[in-house]
């Protein structure tokens, strides 16, 4: 692992990003505006119906988290498409960059991607809708890196998928982390889920972070299990995101795949 | 790397590729020497860019080796890249990234030590100065194929590869790009392998060219000399006498 690499993969996209102000908007853009939409319903429920909905902040948390895990994916799979519309694989590849650095490289700057993107909205919320994300306290940390290390993890899982497939898979990239949104438990617990549904929904870390959230607003209990076993479901996930990956980049120098996508 | 000078620079030792069965590139063997300049000839299909993809790497060979620097590029290339760049035409430099952010770029990716010096170097070498803050998308194709070799040339490697280096260039800047080319060969040691269908330049530039056809290499040799033996005028003369189906001396 060379540290000076993954510096220069982190620095590629932070000078994209200071050259085009119009993509720091679209990143502020879409989480503020879904942000705003679900205060909004918050407070219609909030003088308009009982019971849980009543509790401050399970909804607008519930996006919050849910916008870490879509920004760590896209930060991550968004930055990778980039590469294609540049045209710039062919130089990355015969670069001494291993495969291994570009997918550290991109995650370090989803990472920034998701502060850049997240937290005006997050600050936003306080003035406007009187909540605060960090009043889930120390946990926040523990959900914020499950969350991102999933994000991370099916990011790859992408990007072998890109490269498999090019362009031609651009609209998946963008849209494939959403297909687990029904089964997450983002604004419903995983019980309302069909029965032969649950066992799928707990085999992914973020419904851990969703329960645990609503443990903490609902009945103000920390669940620690909860993070462990989000955080050991992360390890095997990004396992497997980076073997999928590696394999998948070892498949495409066998068929040529890296020609085309250069 | 302490390098021995006997260390063949490219090597290709019985080169094949199939896709689906179909073969690509079948068989081929060559060397070119450290200081070597060779030229890849042949017309659309010939295989010259699955040749070269294996050189850099990017695609595996069905069988043989491709060695760079006596490194296998299947098993070993990452021992090999730090040391040889690629240019082409047809592969771009992202272009919102100004031309300094993207040498920055990929001088920390190849380890270059004092970058800012190697980047002022490279811009006085191949008349940069004026563009170096400015967006690459907005340059010129003869200004992009300037930026392209300050890429290739930022890790000053000891083997470049090209792939059409003057293609889209006007007459006056691709003769100026080939002076570079010979110079930083003949002053550096290294060696270059290029893929052009510019017959002048190939004349102009190489000690050697191979001349491949149909996934193999129909023949190889100096420029003066293949032109003698085909008994030809020029080398587009030999070049149009194979691709239409000639063999040596014009028959």
């Known amino acids: 692992m060379n540290f000076t690499r993954i510096y220069a993969m982190a620095l590629r996209y932070l000078y994209l990003l200071r050259r085009s102000p119009m993509r720091i908007v679209e990143l502020v853009y879409w989480p503020f505006m879904n942000l705003a939409v679900w205060g909004f319903i918050t407070v219609y429920l909030r003088s308009n119906t009982f019971g849980i909905t009543q509790a401050a902040g399970l909804f607008l948390g519930a996006v919050v988290l849910w916008e870490i895990l879509i920004r760590s994916n896209l930060g991550m799979t968004v930055t990778f498409v980039e590469e294609f519309f540049s045209r710039n694989l062919g130089h990355l590849f015969i670069s001494p960059l291993r495969p291994h650095e570009l997918l550290v490289g991109c995650m370090v700057t989803s990472l920034v991607r998701t502060i850049v993107s997240l937290l005006p909205a997050i600050l936003g919320l306080v003035p406007l809708f009187g909540y605060s994300i960090f009043d889930l306290g120390a946990p926040l940390i523990a959900f914020y890196l499950i969350l991102s290390m999933f994000g991370w993890a099916f990011g790859m899982f992408i990007m072998a998928i890109l490269i498999r497939w090019g362009l031609a898979a651009e609209a998946f990239a963008w849209a494939a982390m959403f297909a687990i949104m029904p089964i997450a438990g983002v604004y419903y617990p995983i019980a309302a889920l069909p029965g032969w549904l649950q066992p799928v929904a707990w085999a992914l870390p973020s419904s851990y972070v969703f329960e645990g959230m609503r443990a903490i607003v609902l009945e103000g209990v920390v669940r620690t299990d909860y993070l462990w076993r989000g955080l050991a479901l992360d390890g095997v996930y990004l396992a497997l995101g980076i073997a999928i990956f590696q394999w998948t980049f070892h498949i495409a120098r066998k068929r040529g795949l890296l020609l085309n996508a250069s | ?251």
């Open chain 2, 1 to 251: 790397m302490p390098l021995d000078a006997t260390v063949p620079a490219l090597q290709a030792r019985g080169l094949t590729k199939h896709f689906d069965s179909v073969p690509a590139v079948n068989g081929i063997s060559f060397t070119v020497p450290q200081g070597g300049i060779v030229a890849l000839l042949g017309g659309n299909g010939a295989g010259k860019t699955t040749t070269i993809s294996m050189l850099l790497g990017l695609l595996l060979p069905t069988s043989g080796e491709a060695r760079v620097l006596d490194h296998d590029m299947a098993t070993d290339r990452f021992s090999a890249l730090p040391f040889m760049n690629f240019s082409s035409p047809y592969v771009d430099l992202p272009g919102e990234l100004t031309v300094t952010e993207n040498l920055k770029v990929y001088g920390r990716l190849y380890g270059v030590a004092a970058l800012s010096a190697r980047i002022e170097e490279l811009a006085a070498l191949l008349q940069l100065n004026e563009v170096l803050k400015r967006r690459v998308r907005e340059l010129s194709a003869g200004q992009k194929t300037r930026v392209a070799l300050a890429k290739a040339l930022i890790n000053s490697p000891r083997v470049l590869v090209l792939d059409e280096p003057t293609a889209s260039l006007d007459p006056d800047t691709g003769d100026w790009v080939r002076g570079v080319l010979s110079n930083y060969a003949r002053t550096s040691g290294a060696a270059i392998f290029f893929a052009s269908h510019n017959m002048l330049e190939v004349e102009r530039m190489c000690d050697e060219l191979l001349i491949m056809k149909a996934g193999k290499i129909h023949d190889q040799g100096a420029p003066k000399d293949l032109i003698q033996k085909y008994g030809r005028d020029s080398l587009e003369d030999v070049f149009l006498h194979i691709a239409r189906g000639g063999d040596e001396a014009g028959q």
